[in-house]
Antibody, heavy 119, light 110 residues
Framework: EVQLVDSGGGLVQPGGSLRLSCAAS????????IDWVRQAPGKGLEWVGR??????????EYVASVRGRFTISRDDSENSLYLQMHSLQTEDTAMYYC??????????WGQGTLVTVSS | QPALTQPPSASGSPGQSVTISCTGT?????????VSWYQQHPGKAPKLMIY???KRPSGVPDRFSGSRSGNTASLTVSGLQAEDEADYFC??????????FGTGTKVTVL
């Protein structure tokens, strides 16, 4: 079965760090662009960032509000990728989803992992 | 990058049609073919319903259709069914390797 599994969320204090994981099964992660999308409680979806595929050298891009604080990386041996988050702020509180990007649409989604930034 | 504009709510009776709009600019919705739509039920991850403005992924009923006119994309759900009650979000590529989502529309089946 083709799927993504998100993990690593939790409660963190403002200014803290957290690393989210996204594990793929049923397909090779390195062949695909993968994006992170978040959703604050009761709010809409927000695109967070993206990593291109191996063929385009895993380039990354981020929404302005997280640029310089968040980093997407990959581990091809584990068929996984990660979202490292630093200097977390209360407004970063959200459900975080990794999702596979195909032809400009997001066709496979993880189940989401909840990040709560609070003192 | 400001969010794309969607109406907060839409509704229809079973069997009727409902159309949701998604308004952006020539730098996103009007400028690229990469406009997509997502259905999200409470507590669940979003599901891709339309990609590249008009295309349906395998398994999505043909009751769902997409279109675009200028800087506004639309999703139409024909023959409304109870299970179509959900939140719907549009998305568009916005250039420079960025994407933007719509504000979301809650569809109620009366």
């Amino acid at each position: 079965e083709v799927q993504l599994v998100d993990s690593g969320g939790g409660l963190v204090q403002p200014g803290g760090s957290l690393r989210l994981s996204c594990a793929a099964s049923g397909f090779t992660l390195s062949d695909h662009y993968i994006d992170w999308v978040r959703q604050a409680p009761g709010k809409g979806l927000e695109w967070v960032g993206r990593t291109s595929d191996k063929g385009t050298s895993y380039t990354t891009e981020y929404v302005a509000s997280v640029r310089g604080r968040f980093t997407i990386s990959r581990d091809d041996s584990e068929n996984s990728l990660y979202l490292q988050m630093h200097s977390l702020q209360t407004e970063d509180t959200a459900m975080y989803y990794c999702t596979r990007e195909v032809r400009g649409g997001f066709d496979i989604w993880g189940q989401g992992t909840l990040v709560t930034v609070s003192s | 990058q400001p969010a794309l504009t969607q109406p907060p709510s839409a509704s229809g009776s079973p069997g009727q049609s409902v159309t949701i709009s998604c308004t952006g600019t020539s730098s996103d919705v009007g400028g690229y073919i990469f406009v997509s739509w997502y259905q999200q039920h409470p507590g669940k991850a979003p599901k891709l319903m339309i990609y590249e403005v008009t295309k349906r992924p395998s398994g999505v009923p043909d009751r769902f259709s997409g279109s675009r006119s200028g800087n506004t994309a639309s999703l139409t759900v024909s023959g409304l069914q109870a299970e179509d009650e959900a939140d719907y979000f549009c998305s568009s590529y916005a250039g420079s390797n960025n994407f933007v989502f719509g504000t979301g529309t809650k569809v109620t089946v009366l």
